[in-house]
């Protein structure tokens, strides 16, 4: 079993949509959670950084922890084309040295 | 942008011949990574530098040597390739700031091991 679980997806959604998308992990020591966006064939980019639970919010884009069900989630508002990109979570534990990245979602938003 | 450059960008090579590829930053910053990424396994961290030549292994640093001489370079070395590390590979820096502390990655060499 994986340590970080991700729904490679594709998931396809029109423009204007609320997504969510999600990761599980199996171990408690994670303490440091992100999410990445990635376009084709480019590097990826920090979207969200949490250290803990809670939630973060950031223009459109809204991540949540919840520690006590080991789930994390990015919520994407107000869904645009642009934001067309794998998304990938991304967890370390004491520090941010060795981080344990989810496969990616997919994410499609058309016109 | 993380200030981070990697080259070459694009490398075709045959089984058994030696590659290194480089990562440069203008940062300064003391910890640098190196990932592969493949379909279905997503980012794997392959080593990783604390500062001028002090390393650690990753999780899949079989096959792979690095060598970081001077803070600003950090090279990774292929010893002798083999078709499974046909990959995409990134740099990565940790910068460390007031409300975060995590890594950023630079744009990635494609490797096709022949």
């Known amino acids: 079993q994986k340590e970080v679980e991700q729904d490679p997806g594709p998931l396809s959604v029109p423009e204007g949509a609320i997504v969510s998308l999600n990761c599980t992990y199996s171990n408690s020591a994670f303490q440091y959670f992100m999410w990445y966006r990635q376009y084709s064939r480019k590097g990826p980019e920090l979207l969200m950084y949490t250290y803990s639970s809670g939630n973060k919010e950031d223009g459109r884009f809204t991540a949540q922890v919840d520690k006590s069900s080991k789930y994390i989630s990015l919520f994407i508002r107000d869904s645009q084309p642009s934001d067309s990109a794998t998304y990938l979570c991304?967890?370390?534990?004491?520090?941010?040295?060795?981080?344990?990245f989810g496969t990616g979602t997919r994410l499609q938003v058309f016109p | 942008d993380a200030g981070i450059t990697q080259s070459p960008r694009h490398k075709v090579t045959e089984t058994g011949t030696p590659v290194t590829l480089r990562c440069h930053q203008t940062?300064?910053?003391?910890?640098m990574y190196w990932y592969r990424q493949d379909p279905g396994h997503g980012l794997r961290l392959i080593h990783y530098?604390?500062?001028?030549?002090?390393?650690d292994k990753g999780e899949v640093s079989d096959g792979y040597s690095v060598s970081r001489s001077k803070t600003e370079d950090f090279l990774l070395t292929l010893e002798s390739a083999t078709s499974s590390q046909t990959s995409v590979y990134f740099c990565?820096?940790?910068?460390?700031?007031?409300?975060?502390?995590?890594?950023?990655f630079g744009p990635g060499t494609r490797l096709t091991v022949l």
């Open positions: 991304a967890m370390g534990k004491g520090n941010t040295d060795k981080l344990i």
């Open positions: 940062e300064n910053h003391r910890y």
């Open positions: 530098s604390y500062g001028v030549k002090d390393t």
């Open positions: 990565a820096i940790r910068r460390s700031g007031s409300t975060t502390d995590t890594q950023y």
